[in-house]
């Protein structure tokens, strides 16, 4: 496996409305050989001056190969600066102290202006705009190959799934000899001069939340494929993304700088659910007070709106008021609260309330979300287990894919609490992380739990606001996770 290597290059020329714009594309294969990395594309132009243009990571492709674009615009509307014409160009990557070059064999490779597509060496049949990410809204999804025309294609097309390959369907991709220019008014052929044939075609994914596939090229010596090196190409929608974390009510040191670092990480995070416990507001004469809501802070920090939906428990640390709360970039079909503990007197900190949500989520389905603050194992947790276990069951019905009991259970991994709870409920993290194993060093008490046999799965998960990790905000780490569709 080469560490770097070109698999596709275009130079075209786009003329619109009477003016032209040159607008050259680089896309390679890179290994993948440590995190950090550097990617670029030596090039020069008829003027025979080298430029460095960096490139960027477009998505994953096979085992430990990344995928790294580079793209330049030029226009004659830029008073005496000609555009680039033919230009010659190479290869460039380091990483881990090491360079790596694809440059033609020592000779450069080139493309002459206006010419279209050149495809890789290494490559017969090429999905050359490989798109990892479903658009909401988006209904088909558009596919474009390069195949080397001296094969003399007999048929070109799509094997494709949007079920784990439950289900089959092949559709057509089509060789329009004018490619270029009704797509963009550009004088190149195709086929071209670099034996460069492009081929199209749109899938009807509907409301799919993923599509998987891999393009077959019928020639009279058999049939190539591009399957992504048989990983198949994948495209999908956005994946859910649970966050669920204790703030501690307010007895944090420099509390206001926590408060935004939490706000940051679910911005990056582009978190869609977000569980929340020990939410405080101060408790003013037991009327509270809005203003100071820990919750309400944070998501008045967020980068978009999110609904909130809240309840209190109790009197927490004698100068708040203390219970949970949801943030939701979806709207709440339902919510409701309820204590699940038989104390129901707010001066008692056994006295447990619990928040509810139900969200439709995009091309998912309906989802009810838990956010929890139980006792210890010999405070009540095992009674106030069964009542929210109960309650989750009556309201997991009809379309629901999935119940999440979120949140701070005060039972570690392993012991007889969480035992209980994983009896009907599966730890995401470690099903995400370990395949369902418990570790004896294992002390979390914060976890996502989901009914078993739902219709989600996590596919990643991690403790977060560690030290390494968004840094500590609480004395709980969070944890974070994002799901798909079985």
């Not at 701070?408 to 599966?426: C, T, W």
């Amino acid at each position: 496996m080469k560490a770097i290597q070109l698999l596709y290059a275009e130079n075209i020329i786009v003329r619109h409305e009477g003016s032209a714009h040159q607008h050259l594309m680089f896309s390679m294969a890179v290994q993948h050989l440590a995190v950090e990395k550097l990617v670029e594309v030596y090039w020069a132009g008829e003027d025979g001056v080298w430029r460095i243009l960096p490139a960027e990571y477009r998505s994953s492709i096979g085992q430990q190969r990344e995928i790294w674009c580079a793209e330049a615009f030029f226009s004659l509307a830029v008073e005496d600066v000609p555009l680039p014409g033919d230009i010659q160009f190479a290869l460039h990557y380091r990483t881990a102290g090491k360079d790596c070059w694809d440059n033609n064999g020592g000779y450069n490779y080139a493309i002459n202006a206006d010419s279209g597509g050149r495809i890789g060496d290494d490559f017969p049949v090429l999905n050359i705009d490989f798109q990892p990410a479903l658009r909401p809204g988006q209904q088909y999804y558009p596919i474009t190959v390069a195949v080397r025309h001296s094969l003399r294609p007999k048929q070109v097309y799509v094997q494709w799934t949007r079920d784990h390959w439950r289900e089959t369907q092949t559709s057509a991709c089509f060789f329009r000899r004018k490619h270029w220019d009704k797509l963009l008014g550009s004088n190149a052929r195709n086929p071209n001069r670099y034996d460069c044939g492009i081929w199209i075609t749109h899938l009807n994914v509907g409301d799919a939340f993923r599509v998987e596939y891999a393009i077959g090229c019928e020639t009279a010596g058999g049939t190539l494929w591009d399957n992504n090196l048989s990983a198949n190409y994948l495209a999908r929608r956005e994946r859910l993304k649970i966050l669920t974390l204790n703030l501690h009510c307010y007895q944090e040191e420099n509390q206001s700088s926590k408060f935004a670092q939490v706000a940051k990480a679910i911005n990056d995070l582009n978190a869609d659910i977000v569980c929340l416990q020990e939410v405080g507001e101060l408790w003013n004469h037991g009327s509270g007070d809005w203003h100071s809501n820990a919750g309400r802070i944070i998501k008045d920090q967020l980068a978009q709106p999110y609904h909130h939906q809240g309840d209190w428990s109790h009197l927490g640390f004698q100068k708040y008021m203390e219970g949970c709360a949801i943030l939701s970039k979806y709207p709440f079909v339902f919510h409701d609260s309820g204590y699940v503990s038989p104390v129901r007197d707010v001066h008692d900190i056994h006295s447990r309330k619990v928040v509810m949500a139900q969200v439709d989520v995009p091309y998912m389905g309906f989802v009810n979300v838990f956010s929890v603050h139980l006792s210890w194992w010999n405070a009540g947790f095992r009674e106030q287990l069964e009542n929210l276990m109960g309650w989750a069951e009556q309201r997991h019905s009809g379309p629901v894919v999935a119940t999440f009991l979120c949140g701070d259970f005060n039972n570690a991994v392993g012991s007889e609490g969480y035992r209980l709870a994983a009896e009907r409920y599966e730890d995401q993290f470690l099903r995400a992380n370990a395949a369902g194993l418990v570790s004896d060093h294992d002390q979390r008490i914060d976890y996502i739990f989901m009914k078993k046999g739902n219709h989600l799965k996590a596919v990643t998960a991690r403790m977060l606001f560690t030290e390494p990790d968004y840094g500590r905000v609480s004395d709980h780490p969070g944890v974070y996770a994002e799901f798909e569709p079985a």
